[in-house]
């Protein structure tokens, strides 16, 4: 985070290097991966030079029609730039190959002004989505094309979470002809894959790696903040849909990921989990990536207690699943305990697996955790702020913690640190509620989806 006044630093940088480039993107495909690499460049300051590498399985298409490919290609540097743009917000995005209409314009716009909402919050900046870039065009190359190929069966991006695993256990999968598929995968991500019945023959591979020059920025004091990634993932996951021939991809974004952290703003860390984004991205890319491919998120109608209730009688996930992003930067992925992911999850599943269970799983009672107080807090809403994490509402939390208070006293349990302090300070949630059984018809299912998951959530 950049330090003093952030908003004149934000200023000057956009003045200093007022234009970002776009320059190229190259494919090299043989037998075994499809590798991109993008071409960036903060004009007077640095170029970028990440890629992604996707490995290739036995069902793989061969007849890959080189425009498509370029178009999607094309599209994924558009979001991948966000993550090297940031660093000085310019005013001027020059697209040197390809070129897009004043409504594709005005998409990634709000894309990007929504994405990086966090991001200016944060660092205290203060700019307008008119104002934020003027997008140019040095070249008139456009992609057009018909797509004649068929299309049948799920994609499904699974990230090692609790969601995801309620998805695999939930939609109707055939194993010999879905695909599951992760970006960067670690064990976590291929044990829930086996773990539902794939073959790691049936995980697609993706690899993204970052451009060191953006790190160096970060230390340097440049701007730095959250990025929206699941955009990213939208577009990656509709390139591999078509590189395999799946018609559905389907997402495990929940009913919450819509609720913005700073209420009555834009500022929402899950932007581009919500429907919003999944709505736009579904008419975007109708009109211009134009495949017989359809994005959707299955649990759309679900909220985080009925997805962790959902997925608490999966045992033979409990000591393989993991969320925290922080434990995840260490091998093998751990629950850091620290964070406000760790505490939301072990909050959640409170209700639904027993206390002796959970600290078996974290390795300790986050109750009992003084140093989480103020993170338990904010994630009740007596704090601050939501906290900027893929964490649930207050109304969620309010239910759960309400929850498991019930269950210590049927028990007569003496209540760990953390719920004694919420008993004593806060008015507990009416257990009263159809929080477990409503559902949020705001989603973009079949009706045989929707009627597969509104059966799940009414069992006992």
């Not at 495909?29 to 030079?49: A, M, P, S, Y």
């Not at 709000?110 to 994405?115: A, D, E, I, S, T």
């Not at 995980?203 to 959250?226: A, C, P, S």
């Not at 809403?381 to 939501?386: A, E, H, M, R, S």
Request: glycine share 4%; with cysteine.
């Amino acid at each position: 985070m950049l330090d003093g006044n952030n908003n004149s630093k934000a200023l000057i940088f956009r003045e200093q290097y007022p234009n970002f480039i776009y320059h190229n993107f190259k494919i090299e495909d043989n037998n075994e991966e499809l590798t991109i690499k993008f071409h960036f460049e903060i004009e007077g300051l640095k170029e970028f030079f990440p890629t992604i590498r996707i490995l290739k399985k036995k069902y793989f298409k061969n007849n890959i029609d080189k425009t498509i490919l370029d178009n999607l290609v094309f599209h994924i540097g558009l979001i991948e730039m966000i993550s090297y743009y940031k660093a000085t917000l310019s005013k001027n995005i020059i697209i040197e190959c390809g070129a897009l209409s004043n409504n594709q314009i005005e998409f990634f716009k709000k894309l990007f002004f929504n994405g990086l909402s966090e991001l200016m919050y944060r660092n205290n900046i203060s700019i307008s989505k008119d104002e934020l870039f003027d997008m140019s065009f040095t070249s008139n190359i456009t992609y057009s094309y018909e797509d004649n190929n068929e299309y049948s069966g799920y994609l499904i991006p699974i990230g090692g979470g609790k969601d995801s695993i309620v998805t695999l256990e939930n939609l109707p999968i055939e194993l010999d002809r879905d695909l599951v598929i992760s970006i960067n995968p670690k064990d976590p991500h291929k044990d829930c894959a086996t773990t539902r019945g794939f073959s790691l023959d049936r995980l697609v591979e993706v690899y993204r790696t970052i451009d060191k020059g953006i790190i160096e920025l970060n230390n340097e004091g440049f701007i730095n903040g959250h990025t929206p990634f699941s955009a990213l993932v939208s577009f990656i996951t509709y390139l591999v849909a078509y590189l395999t021939g799946k018609k559905y991809i389907a997402l495990s974004n929940e009913s919450s990921a819509n609720d913005a952290n700073i209420p009555g703003t834009h500022v929402n860390h899950q932007y581009s989990k919500s429907y919003e984004y999944e709505n736009d991205f579904r008419n975007y890319s109708n009109k211009y990536l134009k495949l017989n491919i359809e994005y959707f998120s299955f649990l759309r109608g679900l909220n985080e207690i009925e997805i962790t209730k959902l997925f608490s009688k999966y045992d033979k996930y409990h000591n393989i699943f993991k969320s925290c992003n922080l434990g995840s930067k260490e091998t093998p992925w751990i629950w850091c305990n620290n964070c406000p992911k760790c505490m939301f999850v072990y909050t959640m599943l409170s209700p639904f697996i027993a206390e002796e269970k959970l600290i078996e799983l974290f390795g300790e009672n986050l109750f009992n955790k003084e140093s989480l107080k103020e993170t338990f807090i904010d994630l009740t809403g007596n704090g601050k702020l939501k906290p900027f994490e893929c964490v649930g509402t207050k109304e969620e939390v309010g239910y759960a913690i309400s929850k498991t208070i019930s269950i210590y006293e049927q028990n007569n349990k003496e209540l760990p640190l953390l719920l004694k302090y919420y008993r004593d300070n806060y008015k507990l949630v009416d257990l009263n509620t159809d929080l477990l059984t409503i559902y949020n018809e705001d989603n973009n299912n079949t009706e045989e989806l929707n009627n597969i998951l509104k059966e799940n959530i009414q069992d006992d």
